[in-house]
Structures are given as C-alpha cells and as structure tokens.
C-alpha cells in the first residue's frame, strides 16, 4: 500500500511562511487527487486544499484563499502546500490525503479519503 509522509512543519510568527511537503513513498498516484486537510486541538479535522490527478484543478477553503497554494511536481508522486501569511489560527496538524480523481468534488466533506499521512505540526505564534 501507498504511504504518504508530509514534512515541513514547525513553529512560526503571524505573518511568516512555511512549506509543507507530502511524498508517496511507493508509487506516483498519477490517477489520484491529492490535497491537505488540518486539525485543530479541540476541533474537526477540516479541509484545506486539493490538487487533481494531473494537476490541473485545485480547491481551497475560504479560510486560506489568496494565502495558501497548492502544487503538484512533474512527476505528480509529490505536492506541496506553500502557506504565506500565516495566522494564529492556522495552528494545527496538517494531514496529507489522496485518493481517486473520482473523488474530485468530493473533498470538503470528506471523511474517508484512502490515503492518510501521519501529519505535521503548524505552529503559529502571534
């Protein structure tokens, strides 16, 4: 089975920038939508941004628009999450996801995506 591992996180100002990174570790998931979703402590895993198989679509939450971005690599076995002015209220663990592009529309309310990573830690202080 795939494995996804995010990295990148850390603890950063208000105003600061991090990037997060998220590697399938045995195959490209060329067919698979990719993307980020965030858990606060004391709240609801919740969703933050999708890319599509091929990298031609993205999604994003409201709550990050104009903010954050999402890319896929040229060989769509890695994406990245560049978050630019970060908020307090961005603090929390960010866990990479994919599954098939028939998913695609999906995501927002998605609960049970077939691939999870183990998360990484953002941490922004104010």
């Known amino acids: 089975q795939v494995q996804l591992v995010e990295s990148g996180g850390g603890l950063v100002q208000a105003g600061g920038s991090l990037r997060l990174s998220c590697v399938a570790s045995?195959?490209?998931?060329?067919?698979?939508?990719m993307g980020w979703f965030r858990q606060a402590a004391g709240k609801e895993r919740e969703f933050v941004a999708a890319i599509s198989w091929n990298g031609g679509n993205t999604d994003y939450a409201d709550s990050v628009k104009g903010r954050f971005t999402i890319a896929r690599d040229k060989a769509e076995h890695r994406i990245w999450l560049q978050m630019d002015s970060l908020k307090p209220e961005d603090t929390a663990i960010y866990y990479c996801?994919?599954?098939?592009?028939?998913?695609?529309?999906?995501?927002?309310?998605?609960?049970?995506?077939?691939?999870w990573g183990q998360g990484t830690l953002v941490n922004v202080s104010s």
């Open positions: 996801a994919a599954d098939h592009q028939s998913t695609w529309g999906t995501w927002a309310y998605a609960r049970h995506l077939e691939l």
């Open positions: 045995a195959r490209t998931l060329s067919s698979y939508a």
